[in-house]
């Protein structure tokens, strides 16, 4: 992945600096594609909101439903890290996700298209796990990377 944006996050002191290595230690568990690696960061009454999913991502369970769709969508999705932001035992991550559309997703049969995403996923971290999270991302652009959607032009 090209990625324009140093990662950066808060310095504001060791709690933060832990959740930072924490997160990029969650995004390296996703970009494994290890299910098992990537459910031991989340907690077994986690409940998640993704604008992807049609419900609640609840327990491991849904965790392990909703992975499974994405990496099935896209068998080589990977995410950097472009900023966390950091407020007690709360990660805002802005991230940049990139795949390659080869399995239906949303509806959408496979188009064999490059797909770029940015979104940015808010996570609550009780005892070192993940109890909380919501996933927004740029829905319309990934629909244009499909070429699902036209291209915004620029007057």
């Known amino acids: 992945m090209n990625n324009p944006c140093a990662y950066t996050h808060s310095k504001r002191g060791t709690m933060d600096s832990d959740l930072a290595i924490y997160a990029e230690t969650i995004n390296d568990a996703w970009n494994s ?6 459910i031991s960061f989340y907690a077994p009454e986690y409940v998640g909101a993704d604008i992807g999913q049609a419900s609640l991502l609840r327990g491991h369970d849904g965790l392990r439903a909703m992975l499974e769709n994405y990496w099935k969508a896209f068998p ?3 995410f950097v890290i472009m900023d966390t932001v950091i407020q007690d035992s709360r990660i805002a991550i802005l991230w ?3 795949g390659t559309h080869q399995g239906t997703f949303m509806n ?5 298209r490059k797909v770029e995403v940015r979104g940015v996923s808010i996570v609550d971290v009780e005892d070192g796990l993940v109890v909380r999270g919501q996933y927004i991302w740029d829905l319309a652009g ?3 990377h499909m070429g699902l959607l036209p ?4 007057s």
């Open 33 to 38: 594609h290890d299910i098992n690696k990537v």
């Open 76 to 78: 080589d999705l990977r």
């Open 96 to 98: 940049l996700g990139e």
């Open 108 to 112: 959408i049969p496979p188009t064999g």
């Open 142 to 144: 990934m629909l244009r």
């Open 151 to 154: 291209e915004l032009h620029r």
